[in-house]
């Protein structure tokens, strides 16, 4: 009898050291989750904040023409940033379209325009917002 209770004690000790493992596992996926969100949310604001300065920017152009670039590098250092740290398409396909807006932007400038049209930017850099904190 000793020995039975012997071997269902080692048989409950396994059992639970494997339930912790599983446990520690989902929580630690579940944790790189909730990471991942806040980052995404943490850049998004700051591509908000980039974007608020970008707009600033473009109304202050005649005054410092480099404002709008470094607004613009801002971005895309934030852009490359979430990239990195995400897998979900719907966040992917943001970054995406927030790039396509930017590189847009950016074209206007080496074409002269002073004043480009940033709202697409803006519209994006919205869109990213909204697939991060969903």
């Known amino acids: 009898m000793a020995a039975s209770r012997?071997?269902?004690?080692?048989?409950?000790?396994?059992?639970?050291?494997?339930?912790?493992?599983?446990?520690?596992?989902?929580?630690?996926?579940?944790?790189?989750?909730?990471n991942k969100a806040l980052d995404c949310v943490q850049t998004a604001d700051s591509i908000a904040d980039s974007v608020t300065d970008l707009q600033q920017a473009v109304e202050n152009a005649s005054d410092d023409p480099g404002q709008l670039d470094a607004s613009l590098a801002a971005i895309d250092k934030n852009l490359d940033k979430i990239g990195d740290k995400t897998d979900n398409a719907d966040v992917n396909k943001a970054v995406d379209d927030l790039n396509k807006a930017v590189a847009n932007v950016r074209t206007s400038i080496k074409n002269g325009d002073d004043t480009p049209d940033v709202s697409p930017v803006t519209d994006a850099a919205g869109e990213l917002t909204k697939v991060c904190t969903s």
């Open 6 to 34: 012997r071997r269902r004690r080692g048989v409950t000790t396994i059992a639970a050291a494997v339930a912790a493992a599983a446990l520690t596992a989902g929580l630690t996926t579940g944790c790189d989750a909730v």
